[in-house]
């Protein structure tokens, strides 16, 4: 089966410190992978996606950067850490199969908690 | 603009008190409509995906409907472990190579013993 895992759990740090958040797939080959960041009282905001190693889009202009060093794993970066990058981060991970046109579901981490102070 | 509008925006029942969540959605060539159960300080956990209109999917005591514009999610008798927020999702194709998914921003539900 399937596992997603990120770390850290909790992250408090100073605004102008760097970041980095990682998360990892086991038991799939291939996946597509996504960060989201959740703002209280605002849906899912997609920050970034993957189709493949070394192949990063990003959806919203800001402050962070995203990187996939090898197939299963998933980067989220930033040089310098702002107050407004305070939120619940998410990787989520989706299979894509080879002439399938239907829809596939995205599966979730268990969340980065990050306060910049 | 794609868009997912979920109501009411908080829930509270009693126990046993069965009711629905409403999701609505206008986005152009939907491939999927899902459903997402949240505890607090976790990640969503994927529940239901729905095709098509008229298309039902059933899981112990949640059942997800589908329409051409929204979709439902009855809670049968509902127990204290059901309180949660929950999401609704609408993917369509996108030309970057993915799925792109909307988010709702939830319907957060408590249940009273």
């Known amino acids: 089966s399937q596992t997603i895992h990120q770390w850290p759990a909790t992250l408090v740090q100073p605004v102008g410190s760097p970041l980095s958040l990682e998360c990892t797939v086991e038991?799939?080959?291939?996946?597509?992978l996504y960060w989201y960041r959740q703002a209280a009282g605002r849906g899912l905001q997609l920050l970034f996606y993957?189709?493949?190693?070394?192949?990063i889009s990003s959806e919203v202009p800001q402050n962070l950067s995203a990187s996939r060093p090898q197939d299963r794993q998933f980067i989220l970066s930033s040089k310098k850490l702002l107050l407004s990058d305070s939120g619940f981060y998410l990787c989520?991970?989706?299979?894509?199969?080879?002439?399938?046109?239907?829809?596939?579901?995205?599966?979730f981490g268990p969340g980065t908690r990050l306060t910049v102070t | 603009e794609d868009q997912v509008t979920q109501s009411p925006e908080a829930l509270r029942l009693q126990e046993g008190e069965s009711s629905s969540l409403n999701c609505s959605y206008t986005?152009?060539?939907?491939?999927?409509l899902f459903w997402y159960r949240q505890d607090p300080g976790k990640g969503p956990e994927f529940l239901f995906t729905?095709?098509?209109a008229g298309e039902e999917k059933e899981k112990e005591r949640l059942k997800a409907t589908l329409t051409k514009k929204e979709s439902f999610l009855h809670i049968t008798a509902p127990k204290p472990e059901d309180s949660a927020t929950y999401l609704c999702?609408?993917?369509?194709?996108?030309?970057?190579?993915?799925?792109?998914?909307?988010f709702g921003i939830g319907t957060k539900l408590q249940v009273i013993p």
């Open positions: 989520a991970w989706s299979v894509i199969l080879a002439g399938f046109s239907g829809s596939y579901e995205q599966y």
């Open positions: 038991g799939t080959s291939n996946p597509n």
């Open positions: 993957s189709v493949g190693i070394g192949q």
């Open positions: 986005v152009s060539g939907l491939r999927g």
């Open positions: 729905l095709y098509s």
């Open positions: 999702a609408v993917q369509k194709p996108n030309s970057g190579g993915y799925q792109k998914v909307t």
